[in-house]
């Protein structure tokens, strides 16, 4: 079992910056890539930024690409999204996930940290 706890959510105006954590624990090991997603109120889970275990590949979504940055600590267990550029838009619970099977999507997930950009 993984467990995923994300932190560094919170309230910040247009134009600002964040920067969310996940801290892994359990069988860290067994993580192949991670990933993060958000949910704003009314809408489906979308995916913003994933990483490799090794942290040579990383992808993002077109809405964020040039503002978020995705890397990892394997040292810490822990993966980061900085977001820079903050928008209205941005506004959302982000998710921390991570997958222990290739080829298998996203089989642990954490809590969910609330990002508030205000305008």
């Known amino acids: 079992q993984v467990q995923l706890v994300e932190s560094g959510g919170g309230l910040v105006q247009a134009g600002g910056s964040l920067r969310l954590s996940c801290a892994a624990s359990?069988?860290?090991?067994?993580?192949?890539?991670s990933a993060w997603f958000r949910q704003a109120p009314g809408t489906e889970r979308e995916f913003v930024a994933a990483?490799?275990?090794?942290?040579?590949?990383?992808y993002n979504a077109d809405s964020v690409k040039g503002r978020f940055t995705i890397s990892r600590d394997n040292a810490k267990n822990t993966v980061y999204l900085q977001m820079n550029s903050l928008k209205p838009d941005d506004t959302a619970v982000y998710y921390c996930?991570?997958?222990?099977?290739?080829?298998?999507?996203?089989?642990?997930w954490g809590q969910g940290t609330q990002v508030t950009v205000s305008s």
């Open positions: 359990g069988r860290t090991f067994s993580i192949k890539d």
């Open positions: 996930a991570a997958s222990t099977v290739v080829g298998s999507g996203y089989n642990y």
């Open positions: 990483i490799s275990w090794s942290g040579r590949s990383t």
